[in-house]
């Protein structure tokens, strides 16, 4: 259900888990308790459960929304450096390739244009600064603006 704001925020450099769908509520909780996570749920419901997670209802279903509140209850204050540190997909953070090896994984016109590349170890999507990461960084700081 926040698996938009999950992007973001790891596209913000944080380290964010998603739950699967076919968990149910109780593990949900044990797991955010266990791993010292916090849950970010819209579900009112598992806020009402007792549990050791500590919680945070998300109150918009409009992810900006969503943003602007997860920043404010934490006080975050992503910099710039953070984005692309971590996978949108996996959040698993990112290593640098050298450019040889990108060769025919991207598109021409980027790897023509881009000279730095990152990958994920995990799911190995491959990362760089383009008009995408320039649109986030945007993005961010409209966010931020107080
Ligand atoms: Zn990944």
């Not at 900006?64 to 949108?88: H, M, R, T, Y």
């Not at 390739?97 to 060769?103: L, R």
Request: with cysteine; aromatic share 8%; net charge negative.
């Amino acid at each position: 259900m926040l698996g938009n704001l999950a992007k973001w925020l790891r596209m913000m450099g944080y380290d964010v888990k998603y739950a699967d769908d076919d968990e149910e509520d109780a593990e949900i909780l044990q797991h955010a308790a266990s791993s010292k996570r916090i849950l970010l749920t819209r579900d009112k419901e598992i806020i009402g459960r007792r549990s050791d997670a500590q919680m945070l209802l998300v109150k918009s279903s409009d992810v900006d929304e969503q943003i602007k509140q997860v920043v404010f209850e934490f006080k975050l204050s992503p910099g710039k450096n953070a984005i692309l540190s971590l996978c949108s997909e996996c959040g698993e953070k990112l290593q640098p390739v050298d450019k040889g090896e990108v060769f025919g994984k991207v598109p021409d016109g980027v790897f023509a244009r881009q000279d730095e590349f990152w990958q994920c170890p995990d799911c190995g999507k491959l990362y760089w600064k383009g008009s995408h990461y320039n649109k986030i960084v945007e993005k961010i700081e409209s966010l931020l603006k107080p």
